[in-house]
Each structure stands twice: as C-alpha cells, then as structure tokens.
C-alpha cells in the first residue's frame, strides 16, 4: 500500500490505491463490481444548501456504466428559485472524484455529488457550485495564486435534560465526558465524515451549553483542513447531512442556526483561507504576515458589508452579530483577537522548538509549521450559501490585489485592542459596521455589486435575485423593534431553526 491509502479512512481510496482527484469512471465500476454495491445515489445542493438525493438501482454493468457516463435529468425550478417553470430542465452529472461509500444505508450504496448543467450541456452558469469555480479560475489566471480555504462548522445538539454530570452554562468549551453527553455522536460524524472524504482538523465541544425548560442545548465544532474552494464546499454539505442524520438515529435535535436562543452563544461558520502557490503558502514570508496577506485582507474587509448578502442569509444572523460577543460588528483585523472581523489566528512561525522542550528525547521538527498559519473571516454563519460565499471571499482577496492602497487600509483597520472596551470607543467609532439586517446586506450588495460583476463570476440576474431575496424579510427595523422581546425573538428562531 503505498502512501495515499496507508491510513487514509476513505474506503475507495483503500481498495482503489489513488487520491480520489484520480478516480475514474472504470474505478467506480471496478469498486461497485468489487463490493457488490447494488445502489447509486447522485447528491446535489439546492438553493437551501441541503443535499437532494436521486435513487437508482443497479440493474446491469451496461446500465451503471450508462449512468456514470450520461446523468439524468432534474427539475431545476423546484431546486432554484430563480430558475422558472419553462426552462427548468436541467442535467445532474457525476463528478467521480467525490465518491463515497454511502455511511447509513443497509443496501451497499455509492454515493456521488453532482454539477449541474444546462439544455446544451454547458455548466450551469447561475448555479452556485459554478459561480464558485469560475470565481476561482479568475484568481488563478490574473493572480497565479491558487485559494484554499476550510469551515469551523459549529451546531447545537438538543436533547431531553439528563440529571447526571450538569456542565456549567455556556462554559463547555473543550469540556469532556461526562459532562458533554453528545461527544459520541461527534466521533461518530467525524468518523463518517472522513469515511466520505472530508478532511478533518479535529473536534471539540464549544462554549454554548445550557438547560431550557426540560431540554439541554450542547454545542459542538467540527474543524476542517484547508483544501481547494470547491473541495472545502463539498465536505461542509456532507458533514451537516451526516450530523442531521446521526441526529435521527440518536432520537436528538441538531441546528446549525445563527442564534438558539435569547442571551446564549450562538452559532458560526468561520471561514479559515490562505492563498498558495506551487504548494507554498504565501501569506507568509519570512516568518511574517505577508503583504500578499494584508492585501487580501484588505480586500475582505472593504467588501465585507456585502459578503454578509452570502454568509448571513437570515434575519437571526443579526442576532447574533451584536457588540460585546465573540461574533464581530466591526470591521477590522487583527493578530489572535476575537472581537474582529479578520482575525489572523496564533501561528508558529517564531515559536521556539517546542516539541523537543516537552520530549526531552525527541529531535528538534525539521519541517516548516508556519504554513499552517491561514487568515479567518468571522461573521458568517451556518445560514451561509457555502459556494457563493467562497466565490465572494475569492473576489475580495482579488479585489485587494487590485486596490490602490491596499496595505494602507489594512494599517488603518489593523487593531491589537479589544474595540468593544469603553475606554477603546474612539478607535470603534473611527470603523466602519456590518450591516445591522437582511435589508441593509441587501443595500451594501447592490452598492458593491460593480465589483462582483467585473469579473464575469457573478451574473448582474443572480445579484439582483439575491438582493431582493433579502429584502423580502423586511427586516430593516427588526432589531430595534424586537430586540428586547424574548418571546418575539425566539419566534424567528424557531423559523429558522434548520437553516442552511
């Protein structure tokens, strides 16, 4: 076994012997000949961000063979909002790389995510999985630099109170058995998660924790490695339909909502990135942020008013995103600091040898750690359309290279203070806001739209659906009006309680 399937817990890349980038049609055949696989399901995301599932039974090599070379037809108006009713047929093909054994069903089943395409059999241009890969060519063709990115996916597990081991409100972070009760079920979706190859950082319970009425709310994060935009989309959608499912089978309840309830924790989906190139990372150079970094940076920051139009799709994200929280307002960065909008996390580029310090026997680590130093976007959360809002971040790092005065906007938004302490107030009044609302996202969209449409990535028709998708909430004064009526607001909870 050589060294892509030693250890590797995907079982096709075991019995095949190649990364899945190299799987090919006969492989899939070979493996489904191989281990008896009786059922082919073709995954794809709709406009919720849930994965669809179309069911086929294998009736003959010929007929497999026929169904991983064609695809099938799907009603793309009942998928897509802006798609209509009278050209609504669309193409679902098999992209063979993100097969996978199929974790939960008895009848040995392959399953296999989808692109979508047109009646002339051209990639879907309005489809967010495309929008997501033209976005990305951009950067690659005018930049040389390849994107990367992986989710901190956050969820709460609900379930009925347990009188044993209570773990102390909101103060679960990294908290163990037995005072976490779903760690279980996290092992077990990670465990399923990198068996349908998703490349997992690690797992822990996080802070929000606490008793209501007679249920018990326990939160979780499952971090991802950094990989290839379309990849890190990809594992993010099969880790939630995993999570949802396990949920079933365990009796529970799992959100992944901006907000759960009034005065807890909420939850995000922190977008780590790092831009690369020939398999280097160049946000850092010579043990420091780089100036390729702090452009992106920039980048993010000037078009972060409208990257909420992606990553915040519902009034409860506002909720969530308000001073004095870890969830950011205001726009800055900044070196390990929680309350900004960017933050760059603690690297090891000037550590010590800190591996032989605490092995006295072990050699001092020849390798280069400071390329795991990534660059974090923290307002968007679990309501976020996961391929748009990749492409936005894309755009933005872009816009940065191209911005006059990148690397002074990036010193004048740098901050090493906490922006929400009284005493730093001026500093805070100097920064600009995140939008406050669904509506006023909508606004700062349409104020940046030029930018998302001068690289042929975005369609001017998609922004202005997604603009007045946004609006239609009529949230503008939402805050304001409800916002210290606890019954009002954990009824707009409750209707977004499954987002995303």
Not at 349 to 374: C, F, H, R, V
């Amino acid at each position: 076994m050589n060294d892509i399937a030693s250890m590797n817990p995907n079982p096709l890349v075991q019995h095949l012997n190649k990364s899945p980038q190299d799987f090919t049609k006969d492989d899939l055949i070979k493996y489904c000949e191989d281990y008896n696989i009786e059922m082919i399901n073709f995954r794809y995301v709709g406009w919720d961000g849930r994965l669809k599932t179309l069911n086929f039974i294998i009736n003959s090599k010929k007929h497999l063979d026929e169904l991983l070379s064609s695809g099938e037809r799907v009603d793309g108006s009942s998928l897509f909002s802006f798609i209509d009713a009278d050209s609504s047929d669309l193409y679902v093909i098999p992209k063979y790389k993100t097969a996978f054994l199929n974790p939960f069903n008895e009848i040995p089943t392959l399953d296999i995510l989808c692109s979508y395409f047109d009646k002339n059999g051209n990639p879907l241009g309005s489809a967010p999985e495309n929008i997501l890969r033209k976005a990305h060519r951009s950067l690659k063709e005018v930049s040389g630099l390849t994107f990367e990115a992986m989710g901190e996916l956050e969820y709460y597990v609900i379930s009925d109170k347990e009188p044993f081991f209570k773990a102390d409100d909101q103060k679960g972070y990294h908290e163990s058995t037995p005072f976490t009760k779903w760690e279980h079920l996290r092992r077990e979706a990670m465990h399923k998660i990198a068996q349908s190859g998703g490349l997992i950082k690690y797992g822990h319970s996080e802070v929000g924790n606490f008793i209501l009425e007679n249920l018990e709310y326990e939160q979780n994060e499952i971090e991802f490695l950094p990989t290839n935009p379309e990849d890190a989309a990809d594992q993010l959608l099969i880790a939630k339909w995993i999570l949802r499912t396990l949920a079933c089978k365990y009796g529970v309840t799992i959100s992944f909502a901006p907000k759960i309830t009034v005065g807890k924790a909420g939850s995000g989906l922190h977008i780590h990135t790092r831009l690369m190139k020939n398999g280097k990372n160049m946000i850092i150079k010579n043990g420091k942020l780089s100036d390729i970094a702090k452009r992106a940076i920039a980048g993010y920051l000037t078009l972060a008013p409208s990257l909420t139009a992606f990553g915040n799709l519902n009034p409860t994200s506002y909720f969530r995103l308000v001073p004095h929280q870890e969830a950011p307002t205001i726009i800055c960065w900044g070196d390990r600091n929680r309350s900004v909008l960017v933050r760059v996390p603690l690297g090891w580029s000037n550590t010590k040898d800190m591996i032989s310090q605490a092995n006295p026997n072990e050699p001092p680590y020849n390798g280069n750690l400071s390329e795991k130093q990534t660059v974090e976007f923290r307002c968007p959360d679990g309501s976020a359309d996961i391929h748009l809002l990749l492409a936005g971040l894309i755009i933005a790092a872009r816009h940065g290279f191209e911005m006059e005065n990148a690397l002074g906007f990036a010193e004048k938004t740098y901050v090493d203070i906490n922006v929400f302490n009284d005493e730093n107030k001026d500093k805070a009044t100097e920064l600009s806001k995140l939008p406050t609302s669904c509506y006023e996202s909508a606004s700062c969209l349409e104020k940046q739209k030029d930018i998302f449409l001068k690289y042929g990535v975005f369609s001017e028709g998609m922004l202005n659906w997604i603009i007045q998708y946004l609006r239609n909430f009529n949230d503008k004064t939402l805050r304001e009006r409800i916002g210290h009526n606890d019954e009002e607001i954990l009824k707009f909870v409750n209707r977004f309680f499954h987002c995303g």
